[in-house]
């Protein structure tokens, strides 16, 4: 007599549920992000003259809370030094160069 093994049924489809967010929700945290952003560019404007000489197509790593920033030719590396002194903080890359935008598009 032959023994059939059960086989394990492949699961298909994302392993997490897909989130659904009302619009309002969407919008709120469109709006939350774009003040965040705000907030750091504040900092980056103010600092962007005198390092846009120094240190061209850098990158700076935004804490606005504290108004801390740390600048480092390779990003992942300026994102780091912001993290080591700010643990659980949101954080804002900026590049330094005319436009503060630090990817293509």
Known sequence: MTETKPTAKARRGR???EIQWSEEKK???KT???AFRQRCEVIFKRVQPELI???YNWYISVEPDS???FID???EVATQKAQEKHRNAKLYLFRI???GV???I
Request: charged share 40%.
């Open 15 to 17: 392993i997490f549920p």
């Open 27 to 29: 919008q709120a945290r």
């Open 32 to 34: 939350e992000r774009e």
């Open 53 to 55: 000489e120094t240190h």
């Open 67 to 69: 108004g801390d920033y």
């Open 73 to 75: 030719k390779d990003e």
């Open 97 to 99: 160069n005319e436009t």
């Open 102 to 104: 630090s990817g293509t």
